[in-house]
């Protein structure tokens, strides 16, 4: 017996009401997408908490995002100015630390002695909207260099500091240090011994103290290496705990090598790559180093070798590779030879990362197979292991009548793919006062224009009482010391960009202005529960009772 099913017009009275329903709900949230499109967090003419006084600064911020939404940045109030950190977390924005307040753990106080000195470095906040920041802090005589954390809820507890030994024995915070941070809470910094020049990267829970992960003078296990130096570079580290930093390595024999090293409290430092110093290309003695791109929670990592000349700057080769626990070093791409997939070559690779799906990120200049010179583009590998160029130079800009003169100023790249980068235009009608903008990849990978130069945007928290305001200047860097603006997002570095797709920017405006401002162009929205529950109820009466 055949089973008959209702038609759509016998059906249509009945689902319309439900129709309907879905599409206001769509429609609404459509219009709220739109809405929230450009969020502000923060503006210069408006009260800074903490203060009864606006803010007077807060352009070029140190900004970032966590994938709550959270944000931090760096600012200053009244004249002379009095810098602070304020954080934002669920629509709330309150201080952090601000100059002339005690800083917890010392007998100090926030503060330098220079006023053009910056109080407070770039900080980074976890995706538990803990704070991590570098500041100064000062007595009556001297100054000093220090890291505190600032929990969500609770008192700022004072990491590590200048001139006071940490946890290891005998080993102090170094000036100007460079720190990461994961979302357990834990930071890698490097450290200096107090009674020699031994250097040492540490690691540990922010309110628990510290531990070594590797120092000077160290045998790396059954390698037969040992650590010579260890250059005060930053440290990435993923949510596990595992670190990459590049070190200086000898062997038994005393022959100078460098070395790429996984790191992890507890464990001995582990050599994922080593080559000696010198070599050579055609005959010509060159020098060898490793530049480390950054690990993600799979700790898989991702690095660049290079060989080069000081006496001849044509002698260079770089190699990019990916390296995971399971398959070891894997080849992306090599400067001076023809890929094989692509059909160019490629002649210099820089700021690579990789996200947390094993997709590498990178910026690069090409020539074609003809030996014409391609412009600089932005690169990624699909989830299969594709390169890909997302944009290059001298390609159509998405949302401005106007080519890319230059890009991938301070990539970030989301698990999903998504990569946010500023670039500059080039063509007819660009000036200096329309040339910069913002791009981002879309969930479906098309690039879109997030913000320019020139552009006017509305930066009333009132939809019923816009206050338009014109671009002059964007500011997208950010990094917990304002060097290497790039991020996968799982390396302990802060973003301007998080998993969500959502781009925290600061701007000036043409009136002299300035503000942090949020952008949800690219985010991928979360379905709200009015539809769920709409779509829900049209498929069950989208299969209504049957009948023979």
Request: hydrophobic share 40%; with cysteine.
């Amino acid at each position: 017996m055949m089973t008959a099913f209702p038609s759509c017009r016998s059906a249509a009275p009945m689902l319309r009401p439900i129709l309907v329903a879905a599409a206001a709900c769509l429609l609404a949230s459509t219009e709220r997408a739109a809405a929230d499109a450009i969020r502000t967090v923060a503006l210069s003419d408006q009260i800074a908490p903490g203060f009864d006084e606006p803010f007077d600064w807060i352009i070029d911020s140190g900004i970032a995002i966590n994938d709550r939404g959270s944000v931090v940045f760096r600012g200053a109030v009244g004249e002379p100015r009095a810098y602070g950190i304020w954080r934002e977390v669920d629509g709330n924005l309150s201080l952090v630390a601000s100059e002339g307040d005690p800083a917890p753990g010392t007998p100090d106080v926030f503060g330098t002695f220079d006023s053009s000195d910056f109080v407070f470095d770039r900080p980074i906040i976890n995706n538990q909207d803990v704070v991590l920041f570098a500041g100064t802090s000062r007595d009556d005589t001297s100054s000093r260099f220090g890291l505190w954390a600032q929990p969500k809820v609770g008192e700022a507890t004072l990491v590590a500091i200048e001139d006071r030994d940490l946890a290891p024995p005998d080993y102090q915070l170094v000036s100007h240090f460079r720190y990461t941070a994961n979302d357990r809470g834990e930071v890698a910094m490097h450290a200096a011994q107090d009674a020699g020049p031994d250097s040492a990267l540490l690691q540990g829970i922010a309110i628990d103290g510290l531990s070594l992960l590797v120092q000077e003078s160290e045998v790396l296990g059954a390698s037969g290496y040992h650590v010579d130096d260890i250059p005060r570079s930053q440290v990435w580290i993923n949510d596990n705990g595992y670190g990459i930093v590049s070190a200086a390595l000898e062997d038994d024999g005393a022959n100078p090598h460098v070395g790429l090293l996984l790191t992890h409290p507890g464990e001995p430092a582990q050599p994922l790559a080593v080559q000696e110093v010198a070599g050579e290309i055609g005959g010509a003695q060159t020098s060898y180093s490793y530049i480390a791109g950054g690990v993600n929670n799979r700790n898989t990592v991702v690095y660049t070798d290079q060989r080069f000349s000081r006496d001849d700057p044509s002698l260079f080769q770089q190699s990019l590779w990916e390296w995971s626990p399971s398959s070891g070093a894997e080849l992306l791409a090599r400067t001076g030879e023809v890929h094989e997939d692509l059909g160019v070559t490629f002649v210099r690779i820089s700021h690579a990362v990789v996200n947390g799906n094993d997709q590498t990120a990178f910026l690069a200049r090409t020539i074609d197979g003809e030996g014409q010179w391609s412009a600089q583009g932005l690169w990624l590998e699909s989830p299969d292991g594709v390169l890909t160029a997302v944009v290059e130079q001298g390609a159509d800009a998405p949302g401005a009548a106007a080519q890319f003169l230059s890009v991938g100023d301070g990539i970030s790249v989301n698990r999903r793919g998504q990569i946010a980068f500023l670039g500059h235009l080039q063509g007819d009608g660009v000036t200096s006062d329309n040339s910069g903008g913002i791009w981002a990849t879309d969930a479906d990978g098309q690039l879109q224009l997030v913000a320019r130069h020139g552009q006017t945007i509305d930066v009333s928290s009132d939809a019923t009482t816009p206050d338009l305001r014109v671009i002059d200047r964007l500011y997208f860097y950010t990094n917990s010391n304002g060097n290497s603006p790039m991020s996968g997002l799982e390396d302990g570095r802060a973003s301007p960009f998080n998993e969500a797709g959502e781009i925290v920017f600061d701007a000036r405006f043409t009136d002299g202005t300035t503000g942090v401002f949020v952008s949800r162009l690219v985010a991928v929205p979360e379905p709200s529960v009015t539809l769920l529950a709409g779509v829900a109820a049209l498929a069950a009466a989208g299969g209504g009772r049957r009948r023979a």
